[in-house]
């Protein structure tokens, strides 16, 4: 069964910057696709980047060039790097490795 761990969310002003990570474990278990979604307050959950093992990437037409996904492969993990935060970023991110979702990890962005 895969696991995975997601560290780096937070509260940050607006116009900040954080740095998820998630990290899929046992290792070595092969993972095709790692990325992220988020659910802000009261709607759905919502994809902001995929990248693949090849490294091929897609984002969220809105979020392009904000966030930055990126993808340490020989360790199953995946990281989103957030700027120019606002407050309608706010939300639970969530990890996902191919079939496989992280618990969550909120992320909240005061005015």
């Known amino acids: 069964q895969v696991q995975l761990v997601e560290s780096g969310g937070g509260w940050v002003q607006a116009g900040g910057s954080l740095r998820l990570s998630c990290t899929s474990s046992?290792?070595?278990?092969?993972?095709?696709?790692m990325g992220w979604y988020r659910q802000p307050p009261g709607m759905q959950r919502e994809l902001v980047a995929l990248i693949r093992d090849g490294g091929s990437t897609t984002y969220a037409d809105s979020l392009r060039g904000q966030f930055t996904i990126s993808r340490d492969g020989t360790k199953n993990t995946v990281h989103l790097q957030m700027i120019s935060l606002k407050t309608e970023d706010a939300g639970v991110y969530y990890c996902?490795?191919?079939?496989?979702w992280g618990k969550g990890t909120l992320v909240t962005v005061s005015s």
């Open positions: 996902c490795a191919d079939q496989y």
């Open positions: 046992p290792v070595g278990v092969p993972i095709y696709t």
